[in-house]
């Protein structure tokens, strides 16, 4: 699966972003730049534009994005992931990995998994308010129902041949007669129709 740009918003929302490298840590051995780019590719002073810290988040989510599928033995939802893949980026993957939160998800417990987001709070054994907010974003996400939306039936006109019947009419078009009668109100006898005739048809 590949992660939403409601997923990608949310990780925006939180990494924040700096277009020159710095250290949230002094004790980090990296530098950190645009949205929560931690490599040793990046140097003391560097700067980038936002264009480029764009870029960077794109390729840095594939390993997330990869990771995450590669840990679900279960079926989630656009949403589900999207959360999924916002925890990772920001606890890493192997954390992820070895969580009982995703022990609850490939056990199809998903109320269970709901709520582990609340126990990765900490840094350095302390709550931060920043992750809390962040969790309850996640765990928000993940509880989401996606909706679905049923594609809009389109309508064509069909040419009635000899031999044609409401009923062989229904099957070559995956429908029922009683659909066809009310898509075709100046029928009235669904046993009177006749070669040449124009009458409307789903075409699903």
């Not at 040793?40 to 980038?48: D, L, P, R, V």
């Not at 062989?168 to 009668?181: E, G, N, P, S, W």
Request: include cysteine.
């Amino acid at each position: 699966m590949k992660i939403s740009q409601v997923g990608i918003n949310l990780i925006k929302s939180f990494e924040g972003c700096v277009l020159h490298a710095y250290k949230a840590v002094e004790t980090e051995k990296y530098f950190t730049i645009g949205y929560g780019h931690y490599s040793a590719s990046n140097k003391e002073n560097q700067t980038i534009t936002q264009a480029q810290a764009e870029e960077l988040l794109k390729n840095d989510l594939v390993k997330f994005e990869e990771g995450v599928t590669k840990a679900l033995k279960v079926a989630v939802n656009q949403y589900q992931f999207d959360a999924l893949t916002s925890l990772a980026y920001n606890i890493g993957l192997s954390a992820l990995q070895t969580s009982d939160l995703l022990t609850y998800i490939n056990k199809k417990d998903f109320a269970k998994a709901s709520n582990e987001f609340d126990r990765w709070i900490h840094a350095g054994g302390v709550v931060l308010n920043g992750l809390v907010t962040r969790r309850k974003a996640e765990k928000a996400l993940f509880n989401m129902v996606v909706e679905h939306v049923k594609p809009k039936e389109v309508i064509v006109k069909y040419r009635v041949h000899s031999g044609d019947s409401l009923s062989r009419i229904a099957l070559k078009y995956k429908t029922t007669v009683d659909r066809l009668l009310k898509l075709n109100p100046t029928i009235k006898n669904k046993n009177l129709i006749y070669a040449g005739q124009i009458i409307k048809v789903p075409n699903n």
